[in-house]
């Protein structure tokens, strides 16, 4: 019976997820967008619109600002001109910062999707940083804090969906490391 629970949980989410596209969030719609964004360089302008206008709604949030950061980041991808890519990687590499500079002890007990707001705040943060080209010497903040949402004792509440991308992250960074 335990092998068969996590499948009929995931049948289960599967399902609920269906039910309730129509009721769909602004945040899983922009959400949605982010994670095509992140192969899809055609996705990039409508991520960042979308978190730009959740962020406007809530200003103070560093979870928003850290994914309108992370999807500004992404037009640095796409943009054709150095100057350009240089300036949309800046921009949102200083909304992540500031971000992260926003956290609060009260963010480590406010849930999102069932995850703590500092945990995924700080996860997009190094996901962003890791990715990023070496000459913006972010990989070591990056890594630490990978390494910091890991070690977190919030990091075991954590539904397996985030902790499953946490440790992807991390096996990722070790084999780029060697």
Known sequence: MKAK????????????GSASAATETPFDAAFQQFQ????????????????????????????????????????????????KKMSHAEDGLA????????????????????????????FIAANTFLSLPSMFNRAARGAKLLADVQASPMFAQAPAGFQNAVRERAAKLAKDAK
């Open 5 to 16: 629970l996590p499948a009929l949980l995931f049948s289960l989410l599967t399902l609920i």
């Open 95 to 122: 909304l992540i910062d500031k971000a992260l500079q926003l956290l609060q002890p009260q963010h480590d007990q406010q849930l999102h999707r069932g995850t703590a707001v500092s945990l995924e705040t700080r």
């Open 36 to 83: 095509i964004a992140q192969r899809d360089d055609a996705a990039i302008e409508a991520s960042v619109e979308q978190f730009t206008k959740l962020l406007a709604a809530e200003p103070g949030s560093p979870l928003l600002m850290a994914y309108t950061g992370a999807a500004t980041t992404l037009r640095a991808r796409a943009a054709m001109m150095p100057w």
